[in-house]
Nanobody
């Protein structure tokens, strides 16, 4: 398994940008499917973006597509989430997660989680 640590959260105004980073320690990071999840107050945690080990397969939910960009650097063991044109509804705790699945499916299981980082967007 990999251990994950997120960074880069904060408080911003609507329309501004933030970049989240997740640093992994452990072996074979490049073989893991990585994802960013978020959990808003009173809501369940949902996956918002995912990227396969070789970056050939990338997934976004509709709510963030065209505003967020997920990327990874396997040599550095990092996966980033660039968030542009942030909206108040993006306010949540953001988590990165790792899976040994090759691609994202409805039954993908997430073996490792980070501790989360708060993103707050004010109107």
């Amino acid at each position: 398994q990999v251990q994950l640590v997120e960074s880069g959260g904060g408080f911003v105004q609507a329309g501004e940008s933030l970049r989240l980073s997740c640093t992994a320690s452990g072996r074979a990071f490049g073989t893991y499917l990585m994802a960013w999840f978020r959990q808003a107050p009173g809501e369940r945690r949902i996956s918002i973006a995912a990227i396969s080990g070789n970056s050939n397969n990338i997934y976004y939910i509709a709510a963030v597509k065209d505003r967020f960009t997920i990327s990874r650097d396997n040599a550095r063991g990092t996966v980033d989430l660039q968030m542009d044109n942030l909206k108040p509804e993006d306010t949540a705790v953001y988590y990165c997660a790792a899976s040994t699945d090759e691609r994202l499916t409805p039954t993908t299981e997430w073996a490792s989680w980070g501790q989360g980082t708060q993103v707050t967007v004010s109107s």
